[in-house]
Each structure stands twice: as structure tokens, then as C-alpha cells.
């Protein structure tokens, strides 16, 4: 993809942080990431839980492992539990539910799904149990592109999902990779304008970066540089949204420069290390988890550039 590399781009991150101090204040927010399974009956070509990996062992924490970590991460001083997985109809919309309410029964932690689609009545269902937040990535707004990278599902439905979490009175959160094969400058551009359409509360942009077991091993990861400037333009575009720094671009040593142009949010994974490395999406190399020195370091990091970590 042809990048714009030549043109200075600091105006714009200046403006983006500009308007994220207006707009969200110096707080960085830090959510607690928990991978609850890594089953997925997916077939989405970038990814290494996709559902025909033979070689990738998998795991499902318990509905009380589940509770147990959240409330470990909750004494710890976070706010926020992010409860991730593959799409993984072991986990009913029920199980689910009763997990977050007895989350929210022994915490005062918002409490985000991210467990990929499901019908109306399910994303309903899980509202009424207490659940605050929704993720589920647009990943591109070009549907032939959307289409070849998941070859089981369309973008019209993914949209579909986003319009219905938005109606629900879900906190939603879209968000798309950059570099991903066949991309152009143009899709990236209607992916911001399709976050601005939902409207998203938050959007997590991140680079693509191939996996060795999946059908896109031979791609080039995505530009860090390219997906700031994405991270910017989404704070321009939605001003008070939450944009996290993402994982993958934690992974390619980043993190600092993204917090300057727009992000005020950084999940940190809490996955008990008996499950972590199972649970790849990307190739990582991550420390094991420790979840009272990870959030104590965290918190030093973003006070040394001058925000107030929560
Ligand atoms: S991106 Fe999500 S839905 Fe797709 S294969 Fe990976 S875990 Fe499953």
C-alpha cells in the first residue's frame, strides 16, 4: 500500500491530542484483558484461533476461573474486565450472563464482552445481565475484502451486529486492521468514516500482523506509522471516544508514540499464563502475567508521559 510517508503528519497528531485533552481529559484508562477461550468455529484467514488450526491446543477457562481472575484484577485497582474469546457457542448467551452478573455482584467493575456475533435477543439478553460494553472489529469496510478474509460471514451482518449493540445501549467498539493484503488508502479511509457512522464509543485500530499458521503467513505486517495516524484521525473524527493503544501495536514496541496522537485507553492481558500462550491471534511474545506488578509498571509508564493512569 502506498503510504503518504513523505508528508509530515505532526499538524494533525498536535490536533488529535488537542482534541483528546478537551474531549477525555489526560486520564489513560487501563482495562484488564481476560482471554476466556480460544475455541472458535470461525474461518477468518488472518487469525491463529481460526476454527480449522489443527495445531493450536485449546482451552476454556471456567465460569468460576473466569469470576475469580476479574475479582484478582479488581483488587489490584482496575476498573474495567474485558472478557474476550473465539466465537465459542460452549459459552450460552446464559453462561455468559450469569458470569457477568456475579462479576458485577462482587465488583464494581464495567464489565465488556468481545465474544464475536450473535442474535439480537443474545446481545439483549447479556445487557439486562449487567454487561456494559461490546467489541466486535469491523476489521475493513470493503466488503469484497471483508468477504475473502471471512469467507463464513459479510460485512452487512458484522454492521448489522454494531447498529443492533449501538440500539441495545451497548458502549460499542468497532475497529480494523491496517496493512491487511489488498487494502488501499481509500478502505482505510471508509473504515474511519464507517466507525463515524455507528457511531462507535470506542475503536481499536491496530496493525496487521501475519500469523505463520494461517492462510495470510506470507502478508507484511502492517505499517506502525500508518495505523497512528488511523488511531489520530479516529480522535478527530470521534473526539470523545475510547481508543486504545491496541495490543498488536504493544507487540511492536509503540505503545508511547500512540498515546501522544489520540489513544487514552491500554488493555492489559490478566489471562492466567497457563492459558495466555494459547491464545494468539498474532504472533507474541508476552511476559508472563503477573497481575499486581503488570498494573503497578503500567501505571508508572503512563504517568512518566505526563497522563494519570485509572
Ligand atoms: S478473529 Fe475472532 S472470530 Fe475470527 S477466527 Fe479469530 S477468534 Fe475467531
Known sequence: MELLEREDFSPIYAQADQVRAEAVGDTVHIRALLE??????????????????????????????????AC???????????LQSGEDPWYTPLMLGQIVSAIKAKTDMAVTLGCGEMREEDYAFLKLAGTDRYLIKHETADPDLYRRLHPDSSLDKRVGCLRTLKRLGYET?????????????????????????????????????????TPLRDGTAGDAELTRRCVALARLMLP???????????????????????ANVVMRKITPNCYKRMYEIYPAQLP???IPAQRQQLEEQIRSLGRVPL
Not at 491487511?180 to 455507528?198: F, K, V
Not at 491496541?246 to 505503545?255: E, F, K, P, Q
Open 36 to 69: 476466556i477461550s480460544n475455541h472458535c468455529r470461525r474461518m477468518c484467514t488472518y487469525c491463529g484461533l481460526r476454527a480449522p488450526r489443527q495445531n493450536l491446543t485449546r482451552y476454556r477457562m471456567d465460569p468460576e476461573e473466569v469470576v475469580q481472575a
Open 72 to 82: 484478582e484484577a479488581h483488587a489490584v485497582g482496575y476498573r474495567t474486565i474485558v
Open 173 to 213: 467498539g468497532s475497529g480494523f486492521m491496517v496493512g491487511l493484503p489488498g487494502q488501499t488508502l481509500e478502505t482505510l479511509a471508509q473504515d474511519l468514516l464507517l466507525l463515524a457512522s455507528i457511531p462507535c464509543d470506542m475503536a481499536g485500530i491496530g496493525p496487521f500482523l501475519p500469523h505463520p499458521d
Open 240 to 262: 470523545s471516544a475510547n481508543l486504545p493503544a491496541t495490543t498488536a501495536l504493544t507487540v511492536r514496541g509503540d505503545n508511547g508514540q500512540v498515546f501522544s496522537g489520540g
Open 288 to 290: 508472563d502475567t503477573d
